[in-house]
C-alpha cells in the first residue's frame, strides 16, 4: 500500500467539525458522572484511540505532566509514545486517582466504548457518529 493510498483512505474517514466538538466539550455537563466527562474530555484532546486511552498512565517527565502510553500495548509500535496533557485537562483537576478511576469504571471496553458513543450520537444527532472520530480530528 503507498503512502498515497493511506492518505487517500484517512481523508475518506469520518472527522468532527469544530462545532461539533465545540457543541460536545459545550455538552460534557450533561455526563452522568467527573469519571466519564474526564474520558471523553482526553478522547477529545488527544486524539488517541479509545482502548489506548484506557492503557494511559498519568506520569510527570521533566515537570511536564504526560499520558503515558510507553509501556502499553497499542495498536502499532509506533503507538507507544507520550502525550502532554492539554492544558484545558488540567482544568478539570486532573489527578492520578482520577484518571485511574475513570478508566477503571468500566468492567470492559466494549461497555464504555458504547456508552460515550451513544453520547456523542446524541449530542450531534448524528448516528454514524463515534469516539474514533476525535483521532480523525485532533
Known amino acids: 500500500v503507498s503512502k498515497e493510498e493511506v492518505r487517500a483512505t484517512a481523508k475518506q474517514r469520518g472527522h468532527f467539525s469544530p462545532a461539533q466538538v465545540r457543541a ?3 455538552a460534557l455537563d450533561k455526563l452522568a458522572n467527573r469519571e466519564d466527562r474526564l474520558f471523553v474530555s482526553v478522547l477529545a484532546y488527544t486524539g488517541a484511540r479509545f ?11 521533566d515537570g511536564v505532566l504526560c499520558f503515558d502510553l510507553l509501556d502499553a500495548d497499542p495498536k502499532t509500535v509506533e503507538s507507544r509514545r507520550l502525550i502532554p496533557v492539554h492544558s484545558e485537562l488540567l482544568k478539570l483537576d ?5 484518571w485511574v478511576k475513570s478508566v477503571k469504571r468500566e468492567g470492559s471496553s466494549d461497555a464504555a466504548n458504547k456508552r460515550v458513543n451513544r453520547w456523542i450520537k446524541a449530542v450531534t444527532g448524528d448516528k454514524a457518529h463515534s469516539a474514533h472520530w476525535f483521532r480523525h480530528t485532533v
Open 24 to 26: 460536545m466539550l459545550a
Open 51 to 61: 482502548d489506548e486511552v484506557r492503557q494511559m498512565k498519568l506520569k510527570t517527565y
Open 94 to 98: 486532573l489527578t492520578e486517582e482520577a
